[in-house]
């Protein structure tokens, strides 16, 4: 709504003809104007960002609360499955606690069965033992009296028949000893079946109570931790809702703070919207002033230009005409480097020359010397060495002539050998 106003206030300003040569006045609300609506897009464009900010914030806050919960979820369903192996384990080790105690229990009373057995064997071997002695004893009895009877009739009978009771008295002593021992016999027996019973109930009943000790411990282990582990749940649960209630305590407040923010910048904004507004009106009331000063400065640079018109055509001829005496100057600079080129370049040709000169008669000497040596060796005359060479320096012009033309073949090497300078 204050951008159109600002807007609707530039275009009755620009329809008023109030567009050519603003004041500084009238540029600096331009300006201010300008930078409300930029402060109004950026306000806009954070006010987007914030909302934009906040979405992500809280997408990323409920997938992080369902992360935790599914991580939670799935540590108490791991501690679970744990706790249930562990009392799967434990009552399997019980069930093959009963279980062994059961197969002791079952060996055991087949060893005493096999005792029982063993001493009703026994039983009926002493019982078969006992009636074969006594019918042997009644046979030795039936023996002894029919010997008696058979006897009578002899005058030592009653001798014999002293011995013959004798007899009989001893064999019945032992009889009645190994009655008496096989009696003992049995009686040790039992009694020795008696403790092995006893040993082997005290052994059953010693391993069902270390059994139900055993249970009795694992049950309350097993109930202290369920009941640690709830404590833990609740203790978990309690920092988690104090958690939420401080993140959202500090939300409430971040929410709080950006709303005085944005406050704040709307009431600053909206101080400054009132500033150029009563700028504006103040600058209204100069418009007038500034239209009737412009027509002014316009007027006088009217004056201004028709009068500086004829000045500005005599600067110009008067450029022209430096330029023309700077145009002629560089023109006798170019001829005047051009004639100092053409002079050293014909010095150099001279200096040129006079080397090639120099060159060949140095070369018109070598080989006058060379000429003077090949005759003094071919007439072994050393003598007069100087003389020959003096005459080999100081020739005749006409020597030296036909000397050059057999050396013009090496001028041209010469000439080839001396650089050229330009």
Known sequence: MKIRLLKKERASLVEAGYTSSPSPLAKHAKREIAGIIEMENKMAEIQK????????????????EKEKKERRAALMAAKHERELAKKKAEDAEAVARRIRAKR???????????????????????????????????????????????????????????????????????EKQAQRKMEEANERRRQEALVRREKANTRIQMALEQNQQVMQKKKKDFDAKQTLAAARAMEVHKKEMLDLKARAERSRKEEEIRIQRVEAARNNQQSRVQT??????????????????????????????????????????????????????????????????????????????ARKKIALESLVRKHRIAEAVGNMRISNKWDNINEIMESATTSSPGKDKSRKKKLSSSKS?????TPTYL
């Open 276 to 353: 150029i507004v009563e700028k504006r009106s103040q600058l209204e009331s100069h418009l007038d002033v500034v239209y009737h000063e412009r027509i002014k400065d316009r007027t006088l640079k009217c004056v201004e230009r028709d009068v500086t018109f004829e000045e500005k055509k005599a600067n110009v001829e008067r450029i022209k005409k430096v330029e023309e005496f700077n145009r002629l100057q560089t023109l006798m600079k170019i001829s005047q480097e051009d004639s100092r080129s053409r002079m050293i370049k014909m010095k150099k040709q001279a200096l040129i020359e």
């Open 413 to 417: 090497a010469s000439d080839l050998e």
């Open 104 to 174: 002791e229990a079952e060996k055991e009373k087949i060893l005493l069965e096999e005792g029982r057995k063993e001493e009703k064997q026994r039983q009926i071997e002493m019982a078969e033992r006992e009636l074969d002695r006594k019918l042997k004893a009644e046979q030795h009895r039936r023996d002894t009296e029919e010997l008696l009877q058979q006897q009578v009739k002899r005058p030592w009978t009653e001798i014999f028949e002293n011995k013959i009771m004798e007899n009989r008295r001893r064999v019945i002593e032992r």
């Open 49 to 64: 960002q914030n909302a934009a900010r906040e979405a992500v914030e809280a997408k990323r806050k409920a997938e992080w």
